[in-house]
């Protein structure tokens, strides 16, 4: 309960405020939201398997979206910024269907 | 003899390791680890889904949520706002040297009339003189009978036509050809679109724009020359041009038609000055 | 009408269109300037204060400049001389044709290539060993001598895709010196129109 009042206080904010966010950080938005939805989905697989770990799930939601950022910045500097973006978005993909496909078993038993 | 023991029988997807571990271990393995030492130091399997960490994790989870959907959604906005600003801002300039042409052939009238009046019947010479340099440069409005060359963008199927499919359109390139195999045909005056062409006309694209006198046109691109009407068309038929034309049709689908015309006029130049060329041995 | 008149335009980038718009601008000025330097031509000669012969001064200032772009007087000026080799022997009339426009388009006011003045109605054809030039057959190394801004003009011979490296792609060369006084001597003798009447009325309408 306590994550989804959460989730959506952070919402509220960004909406009701609607910060100016730098011309240089904008490319690194949506491979972040992307990776920020890997965390949220990996975490609420994990406490449905019973194994959460607030820590970790802390950690994977920001190490995903440094690493993801990095990755593209780096991509940038090479000339290959879209390409590479493409590929963390598949990466990051499968694994959200996965751990969506087994929240899905874990709720419906289907 | 024995048999030699059996090798455990390699998986069929043995070389997508990276994909299987991908699809198979979605969840971040740290999870299981963690639970694990927890477990052995006897403590609970999993951690309260309730604490501070978390809450403080998940409402920077929605911030980021919300700004990135406000920022892209904004920046979408805002790149189509530039975008008709610049179409409006060179549709009105474009209105401004239409504006300015114009007035410019007006003015020129005027003068020649003018000068007509001023100079008395000693300068007969130098009038005559004007007369026949103003017809030169294309300074002065025309008619007469010629030909019409039009070429239009490929005719396409959707309403909004794809950025950056040039296979169809066609370019400065093309227009600059069949201009050089009309005057080569012995064509006398020529305009694009209303626009004469002059020794100082250039025919250039921006993109996939032409401009014709550095003025933006739009397709379709009636190119009008004044000339012979019996020998025009035929010499136009046997140059480069005529088949080039051709070929533009055969190749990419562009629509183009050669027309003989009675009667066609054509505007008069608006560059008509220089301003670092002076006549050589004497003031300009 | 709203649609015919965008037409062309909405397809285009955003760098392209900025691209445009200086273009128009730059023109649109352009001919304010002129607009107002024939405003005052027109004063000098309505005013009636002047004489015949200020009359006459202005229409032979006029004449000079009217022969200047007719070709039927030598010039002078600052600008470049442009040499185009071709040891290969691939440099078609396309690409002269194409560095013609180009510097038309960077406000060449007066060319000679090789010997023969360029005016509107200059044309090329491929001939063999080398290109004709409204006629005159002409043989590389192609020599084009243009009056005008030169630094404007060697930058747009060297734009991506342009005169250059065609050239280049053909096995050939450009060099571009600027000078401080280029003398065009070439002269063209109009021919008198046999077909192409002054208009009674000029037409003052523009179309897109």
Partial sequence: ?110 | MTAPAPTPARRPDASMTLLTEMLERPLDPGYAAASARRAAAGGPRSTPVGSTLVAVTAILLGLLFAVSATTVRRGEASAGTVRKDLISQIESRRAVVDERSAAIRDRQTEITRLESNALGATENGLRQELQALAAATGNVAVEGPGLLVTLNDKPTDDATPTAGDDQGKVLSRDLFIVVNSLWQSGAEAIAINGQRLTVRSPIRFAGEAILVNFRPLSPPYVISAIGDPAALPAAFAETVGGAYLKSLTDNFGIVTSVDGADHISLPGATRVTVDKAVVQGGTK | MRQTRTQGLENLRQEELVGILDTVTQESVRLGNELRDLERIRDRLASGADSEAAAVQVAQERADTLAILAGTKAATGPGITMTITDPDGQISSTILLDALEELRDAGAEVIQIGPVRVVASTYFTDVDGGISVSGTNVAPPYIFRAIGDAPTMAAAMEIPGGVGESVRGKGGEVTIAARDEVSITATYEPKTPQFARPAPTPSSSASS
């Fill in chain 1, 1 to 110: 309960m306590i994550p989804a009042l959460g989730l959506l206080a952070g919402i509220l904010i960004g909406v009701v405020l609607q910060p100016d966010v730098p011309i240089w950080l904008q490319p690194y938005l949506p491979i972040a939201v992307i990776a920020a939805l890997d965390a949220v989905f990996g975490g609420v697989r994990a406490v449905l398997d019973g194994i959460f770990d607030d820590k970790v799930f802390v950690i994977s939601f920001l190490s995903n979206v440094i690493v993801a950022a990095l990755i593209v910045y780096l991509g940038d500097q090479l000339g290959v910024g879209a390409q590479l973006s493409t590929g963390v978005v598949v990466v990051l993909g499968v694994r959200i269907f996965s751990n969506v496909a087994s929240i899905r078993r874990h709720l419906f038993h289907a």
